[in-house]
C-alpha cells in the first residue's frame, strides 16, 4: 500500500538515518510492544499513517504523538496522562529526559490507567521539529504566506491583507490574536481561537493543514517577539515579511530593547523570504534594510513620502472625517484617490504595509483598489460606535506608543474634547505605566484610569504608577469598575466630544486575580450607547 505518510515505526527509521542513533529493527518494536500484548499498539506504531502531533496534552487527539518538552514554567512531562487520556499513543521526549545516569532506550512501552502507550527518547528532540512536521502535514502545498512583525500594527495589517487578498478573489486567512479566521469574497469566519498571537510550530502547522485542505490561497500570519524568539515559525516557508514599528514593549520577556528589536529581526530569516515591505516613517526599518539578504526584494511604505529609489507606497495628503480617512495614494503600481473606513493615521499605514505587500506580490493594483472599497474596519481597533451624545472609540492600545498614536489619531477625529478611559496590565512590565500615564496627560482633555487585566496585582497599586506619569491631577478621575469608569466618562462628555476606552479592543474577558471575568467591552458599548435618549 502507498502511503505519503510515514508510521511511527518508519518515522523512528528516519531520525536514525538522520544520523540520532541506532536505526531500530521490526523485532525490537514487537519485544518492546509484547508485554503489553497490545495489538492495537502495535497496528498504530507499524501500520498506521501519523496524523496529528502536538506539544499540548489539552490539544491531543485520537492516535496522536505527544511531545513532552521542558518549558519556562512547567515540563510537558507532568501531562503525559493527560494526552494519553486524550487519545494519544505515542509520547516524544528528549533522551536528556531519561533516567539519570542511564542510557536511554530508544523505546519502550509504558501504560496509564491501563492503556498502552510507546514512549520514544529522541536526542536532541527540539531541533528535530521541522523534519517531524514535514512528516506528517503538507507543508509543500501550504498557502502563500505573509508574516506580519512590529510592536503595533500586527492585528491590523494582518487582517486587512486577508481582507484584501480574499476581496481579489483568493481565498485568505489570518492566524494571530483575534483568532484564525477565513476570509471568502472579504467576508470572514473565525475558525478557531488562538492561546497565543503567534501559535506553537504544531499548532501553526495544523491551522495551515486546514488552510490548505479548504482551499485558501494566501495567509498572513503575526509572528510575535515572543513567538519569533522561541522559533515558533521555523521552517514555515514564508513568502513575504511586513515589519511595521519598534517601540517599548514587553520588556520582561526580552529585557532591552537590543534583544527585542533583534528577536523581531529574526523574520528576516524566514525559509523561502522573497519580499520584505519595510517602514520608512520607523528608525528600525533602516536596520533590517542594511542585513536583509541581497535575493530579498524591498519595498517601503510612508505616510509622508519616499527617498528617491524606494520602491513602494505613499500618502501626500489625508483628511480626517467623523468615519474615516480620504487619502491621495502614490504607488510603485498606479495612483488613487480614496476613502478608508479606517480611523487614524496608523491605519492608514496599515492599510499601506497591507496593499504593498499584496502589490509585491502580484494582486493587481486596480483590483486591489476595487476591492479598499469595501473594506471593513478592524474588530476592537479604533473601533466607532458613533451615537448622537458622544461618539465612542473601542481600541486596544496597551502599550505607550500604541495609546500616543490612538490619542493623536482620535484627536484628528474630533471636534469636541478627547477624554481617554484605560488601565495597565497587572504581572507585566511596569515601565511602561508612568509612559502610559503622562501620554494620557499631554494627548486627551480628560483621563478616566481603571481596571485592566490586573492578574495577581492590586489595581490600586497599578493605578498608583500609571498616576506617576501624571502631575495635572485635576484632569483625572479613578472608577475602578471598568463599566462604570466608560459610563462615567460618556455622561460627563459632550456632543461632539470622543471617548476613547483603550486596551481591552475585542477581548470578551478581565482578568483578575488569575481568573477570566466575563466582560465585553464592545458589547457593553452598545447596550450604553442604546440608552443615550434617556439621558
Ligand atoms: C513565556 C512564553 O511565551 N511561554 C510560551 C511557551 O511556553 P513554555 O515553553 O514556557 O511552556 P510551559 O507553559 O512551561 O509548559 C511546558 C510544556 O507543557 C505543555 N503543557 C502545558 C499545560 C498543559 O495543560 N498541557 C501541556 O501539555 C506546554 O504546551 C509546553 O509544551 O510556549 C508555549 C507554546 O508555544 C506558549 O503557549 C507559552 O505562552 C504563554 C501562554 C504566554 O503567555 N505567552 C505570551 C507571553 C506570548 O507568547 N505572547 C505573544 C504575544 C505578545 C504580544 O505581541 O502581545 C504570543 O505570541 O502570544
Ligand atoms: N501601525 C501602528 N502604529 C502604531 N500603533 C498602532 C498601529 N496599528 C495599530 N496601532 C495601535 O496598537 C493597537 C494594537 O493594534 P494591533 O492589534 O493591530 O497591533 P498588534 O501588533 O497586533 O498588537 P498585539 O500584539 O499587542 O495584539 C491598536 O489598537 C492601536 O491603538
Avoid at 493543514?209 to 517577539?225: C, D, R, W
Avoid at 523574520?267 to 520608512?280: I, P, T
Avoid at 541581497?294 to 513602494?312: D, F, R, V
Avoid at 477581548?507 to 466582560?519: C, H, T
Wanted: glycine share 6%; aromatic share 8%.
Amino acid at each position: 500500500m502507498l502511503r505519503s505518510k510515514p508510521t511511527l515505526f518508519e518515522l523512528l527509521q528516519l531520525l536514525a538515518e538522520l544520523g540520532q542513533y541506532e536505526k531500530p529493527s521490526r523485532h525490537m518494536l514487537e519485544t518492546a510492544i509484547a508485554p503489553s500484548l497490545s495489538e492495537n499498539l502495535y497496528k498504530l506504531c507499524d501500520e498506521q499513517a501519523l496524523n496529528d502531533i502536538t506539544l499540548d496534552s489539552r490539544q491531543a487527539s485520537k492516535n496522536s504523538i505527544f511531545v513532552a518538552i521542558k518549558g519556562s514554567a512547567l515540563d510537558g512531562q507532568a501531562f503525559i496522562e493527560d494526552a494519553i487520556t486524550r487519545g494519544s499513543f505515542c509520547v516524544l521526549l528528549d533522551a536528556t529526559s531519561y533516567e539519570l545516569g542511564k542510557a536511554a532506550p530508544l523505546f519502550e512501552c509504558k501504560q496509564i490507567n491501563n492503556k498502552a502507550y510507546i514512549c520514544c527518547y529522541v536526542s536532541d528532540l527540539a531541533t528535530h521539529f521541522p523534519y517531524l512536521i514535514k512528516c506528517i502535514f503538507d507543508t509543500e502545498d501550504f498557502p502563500n504566506i505573509t508574516a506580519i512583525t512590529g510592536t503595533n500594527g500586527k492585528t491590523s495589517v494582518a487582517n486587512l491583507c486577508a481582507q484584501l487578498a480574499s476581496l481579489c478573489g483568493v481565498k485568505a486567512g489570518s492566524i494571530g490574536t483575534l483568532g484564525v479566521s477565513h476570509y471568502d469574497l472579504g467576508k470572514s469566519t473565525l475558525m478557531s481561537e488562538t492561546l497565543n498571537t503567534t501559535p506553537d510550530l504544531f499548532t501553526l502547522c495544523r491551522h495551515l493543514q486546514s488552510a490548505t485542505n479548504k482551499g485558501l490561497g494566501f495567509v498572513a500570519l503575526e509572528a510575535s517577539s515572543h513567538g519569533l524568539a522561541q522559533k515558533r515559525l521555523r521552517s514555515i516557508r514564508t513568502n513575504c515579511g511586513i515589519f511595521t514599528n519598534l517601540t517599548q514593549d514587553h520588556l520582561d520577556y526580552h529585557e532591552n530593547m537590543q534583544a527585542y528589536a533583534a528577536a523581531k529581526r529574526r523574520l528576516m530569516s524566514q525559509e523561502g523570504l522573497q519580499y520584505l515591505v519595510l517602514n520608512a516613517d520607523d528608525d528600525e526599518s533602516k536596520n533590517w534594510a542594511d542585513i536583509s539578504a541581497q535575493n530579498i526584494q524591498l519595498a517601503w511604505y510612508s505616510m509622508s513620502t519616499l527617498a528617491k529609489g524606494q520602491k513602494g507606497s505613499y500618502v501626500s495628503d489625508c483628511q480626517y472625517t467623523q468615519d474615516g480617512c480620504e487619502i491621495s495614494l502614490h504607488t510603485h503600481w498606479g495612483n488613487a484617490q480614496l476613502v478608508l473606513p479606517l480611523l487614524g493615521d496608523f491605519n492608514v499605514a496599515n492599510y499601506l504595509s497591507s496593499l504593498t505587500a499584496l502589490c509585491l506580490q502580484g494582486f493587481a493594483f486596480d483590483k486591489l483598489i476595487a476591492a479598499t472599497k469595501k473594506l471593513q474596519g478592524i474588530v476592537g481597533r479604533m473601533e466607532l460606535f458613533p451615537n448622537s451624545h458622544a461618539s465612542i472609540i473601542v481600541d486596544y492600545a496597551h502599550t505607550p506608543d500604541a495609546l500616543k498614536q490612538a490619542l493623536k489619531s482620535a484627536r484628528r477625529h474630533t471636534r469636541g474634547e478627547l477624554h481617554v478611559v484605560f488601565g495597565c496590565g497587572g504581572n507585566r512590565d511596569k515601565s511602561k505605566r508612568s509612559l502610559m500615564g503622562a501620554i494620557a496627560q499631554s494627548e486627551a482633555d480628560n483621563i478616566v484610569l481603571t481596571q485592566d487585566n490586573s492578574r495577581m496585582e492590586s489595581p490600586v497599586d497599578i493605578i498608583a504608577d500609571i498616576k506617576k506619569g501624571i502631575d495635572q491631577q485635576t484632569k483625572v478621575a479613578v472608577v475602578l469598575d471598568r463599566k462604570s469608569a466608560i459610563k462615567h466618562a460618556w455622561q460627563s462628555a459632550k456632543q461632539e466630544d470622543i471617548v476613547v476606552l483603550a486596551g481591552k479592543g475585542h477581548e470578551d474577558y478581565l482578568e483578575i486575580n488569575n481568573q477570566r471575568i466575563d466582560y465585553n467591552e464592545r458589547e457593553y458599548v452598545k447596550t450604553l450607547t442604546a440608552v443615550e435618549s434617556e439621558l
